[in-house]
């Protein structure tokens, strides 16, 4: 099972304030861990909304819309792409993450990333084996 973990932001992550040295060895230390038990597929910390852009979609209309945007604690600020065996193994890993913003409250979010076998009968023989080549396109693009 793979999950999405989501640091959600604030304020000061939403000003560009970026994690001072101590916490940047704390999660590097964390990632590392959690890298040898061969759960971690993917982190990255994310530029403040303002750096960004919303696209939204409105039938076949689409308009872009320059950050910032939304309420901070409502954002993003990093994200981990984990593998575990359970949502129960998902959480205990979390829990022992440093909190990203040490000096006040935070929040991070798991959720369970759905697998082609999750779609339902929407997802045919024909869309499976498109989905499997995509994958190996991803995987090919991931090494460059």
């Known amino acids: 099972m ?3 973990v989501l640091v959600k932001g604030d304020k000061e992550s939403e000003a560009g304030v970026l994690p ?12 590392e861990d959690a890298a040898k038990a061969g759960i971690l597929l993917g982190a990255e910390g994310l530029a403040p909304s303002s750096a960004g852009a919303l696209i939204r979609f409105s039938g076949n209309e689409r308009t872009v819309i320059e950050g910032p945007f939304g309420k901070p604690e409502e954002l993003i ?4 792409l984990i593998q575990a065996n ?7 890993w979390v829990k022992q993450a440093p ?8 929040e991070i979010e798991i959720r ?6 999750d779609l339902g009968a929407g997802m045919t023989p ?10 190996e396109q991803m995987a090919q693009n991931a090494r460059r």
Do not use: C, H
Request: aromatic share 12%.
């Open 2 to 4: 793979r999950f999405i």
């Open 20 to 31: 001072d040295e101590k916490m940047l060895a704390e999660m590097t230390k964390y990632n």
């Open 77 to 80: 600020a990093g994200f981990w």
């Open 86 to 92: 359970s949502r129960d193994e998902a959480i205990d």
């Open 99 to 106: 909190n990203p913003f040490p000096d006040r409250e935070s």
């Open 112 to 117: 369970q990333v759905y697998d082609t076998d």
């Open 126 to 135: 024909e869309l499976r084996e498109k989905e499997k080549r995509l994958a």
